[in-house]
Each structure stands twice: as structure tokens, then as C-alpha cells.
């Protein structure tokens, strides 16, 4: 995809958002209710998604109400860190968000090539 075809894909991909929240791209949020293990979990893969230089954006609302821990603009997928969550949680959340959703558990370690086998 040349750099005028992702921008498009990214900016489509922001039409799932809900406006009133603001989303801001490439900034780590967090929700309070979050533990530090799920928290540090979404840094490690936002740091690498950083790297690798791909759009992101942390707590993002979709229409709708359901929230992404995150949202990765240049794949149209979300990625939920699972800490306390269970699998059936996942599969909820797969058929009320607008993309493709996948899982990583706070207890994986995160490299590279496994955030890119995640996302692709």
C-alpha cells in the first residue's frame, strides 16, 4: 500500500470512532480500572507498534460504546490485552466491534515479531 492509500485506510478506519471521545493517535491512555500487569502489557505493544511505525490509538470508542484497549489504524484491527478476562469475553467482543479483533494475555512477552503476527 503506498503512503496516499494507507493515509485513506487510516482516516476510514477513524469513521468507526466515536467523535465525542477524541481519539488522539500514537498516545498510551489508560482506563483506572485497569491493572498495572494490563497496563504495562499495552505499552510493550504500543512501543512496538510505535517502532514499526503504525498507527494506533489506546482506549478507542467505537460507535456504539464498545472500547478497543487498541485500535491499530493500519490493519483495522483491535487488540485486547487479557488480564482477568476470559476467552468468551473475546468472542463478545469480536461480534460487537466494527474490525477484527484479537487477544494477547498480560503474560506473554512482547517482540516484535510476535506483534506483527498478531496484527497481520
Known amino acids: 500500500?503506498?503512503?496516499?492509500?494507507?493515509?485513506?485506510?487510516?482516516?476510514?478506519?477513524?469513521?468507526?470512532l466515536?467523535?465525542?471521545?477524541?481519539?488522539?493517535?500514537?498516545?498510551?491512555?489508560?482506563?483506572?480500572?485497569?491493572t498495572i500487569e494490563h497496563y504495562l502489557q499495552k505499552c510493550k505493544v504500543?512501543?512496538?507498534?510505535?517502532k514499526m511505525n503504525i498507527e494506533f490509538i489506546?482506549?478507542?470508542r467505537f460507535y456504539g460504546g464498545s472500547r478497543a484497549d487498541i485500535y491499530v489504524l493500519d490493519k483495522?484491527?483491535?487488540?485486547?490485552?487479557?488480564?482477568?478476562?476470559k476467552e468468551e469475553n473475546l468472542e463478545k467482543k469480536r461480534k460487537e466491534y466494527p474490525c477484527w479483533v484479537v487477544g494477547i494475555k498480560t503474560e506473554e512477552e512482547i517482540t516484535p515479531e510476535r506483534v506483527e503476527k498478531l496484527i497481520n
Do not use: G, W
Open 46 to 50: 504500543c512501543y512496538e507498534l510505535s
Open 1 to 16: 500500500m503506498n503512503k496516499l492509500e494507507l493515509m485513506k485506510f487510516r482516516n476510514n478506519c477513524m469513521q468507526k
Open 58 to 60: 489506546c482506549e478507542a
Open 76 to 85: 483495522d484491527t483491535a487488540i485486547e490485552i487479557l488480564h482477568t478476562e
Open 18 to 34: 466515536d467523535r465525542a471521545y477524541r481519539p488522539t493517535r500514537n498516545v498510551i491512555r489508560f482506563s483506572h480500572t485497569e
